[in-house]
């Protein structure tokens, strides 16, 4: 079974704090995501990367950034922790799509609080 | 960009009933549309998907249906226990340009014992 470990459960930061969040697949995918949930908007993509150090921008980039420096870890940053950035933070990971589209494995979430 | 919108938001039945969800899509060049379950405190799990040169699909007490004229799919649940309370996703994907699913924003589904 793949399984994809996000480090913390629940985390507290302060605003303005540098925040950073941990991600691993034991799987040896291509890809992994990093999606951040709300109630009513679903899961808005942030950043994900095919590859080792490559990164493409989601649909909510502004404030992150991600790291991927080997191939089954992925850390999404948080470089000035702001208020509005509380939410629940889901990593997930796939194989290269190819003609297949391999489904994605999510994580069990990180509940990030800001105060 | 694709944009993917699902409904109803939230749904409550009685166990043994019926649950359809539905989804619209935007982009015609979508071809795959999987669903995903999310119980309490856990990350979505893939529940069935289908590929765009298949109308349905069908899967013990779940299906999933796709009209690509229309641009819409739908899940549906038939004999429905408790234990299918959840949040359920739908998402769009397709494999030419970004190549990352777009999800709809989920519905609550409720199974009243």
């Known amino acids: 079974d793949v399984k994809v470990t996000q480090s913390s459960r629940y985390l507290v930061k302060r605003t303005g704090e540098k925040v950073f969040l941990e991600c691993v697949q034991d799987m040896d995918h291509e890809n992994m995501f990093w999606y951040r949930q709300d109630p009513g908007l679903g899961l808005r993509l942030i950043y994900f990367s095919y590859d080792v150090k490559m990164k493409e921008k989601g649909d909510i980039p502004e404030g992150y950034s991600v790291s991927r420096e080997k191939k089954e870890r992925f850390s999404l940053i948080l470089e000035s922790a702001s208020t509005n950035q509380t939410s629940m933070y889901l990593c997930?990971?796939?194989?290269?799509?190819?003609?297949?589209?391999?489904?994605?494995?999510f994580g069990d979430g990180t509940r990030l609080s800001i105060l | 960009g694709e944009n993917v919108e699902q409904h109803p938001s939230t749904l409550s039945v009685q166990e043994g009933d019926s649950a359809v969800i539905k989804c619209t899509y935007s982009d015609s060049a979508s071809n795959y549309f999987p669903w995903y379950k999310q119980e309490l405190g856990k990350g979505p799990q893939l529940i069935i998907d289908i590929r765009s040169n298949v109308g349905e699909k069908k899967d013990q007490r779940i299906a999933v249906t796709l009209n690509k004229t229309a641009k819409h799919f739908s899940l549906h649940i038939t004999e429905t226990q408790p234990e299918d309370s959840a949040v359920y996703f739908c998402?769009?994907?397709?494999?030419?340009?970004?190549?990352?699913?777009?999800f709809g924003s989920g519905t609550r589904l409720q199974v009243q014992p």
């Open positions: 998402a769009a994907y397709q494999d030419t340009g970004r190549r990352a699913l777009t």
């Open positions: 997930a990971s796939s194989l290269w799509p190819g003609l297949n589209n391999q489904p994605q494995h």
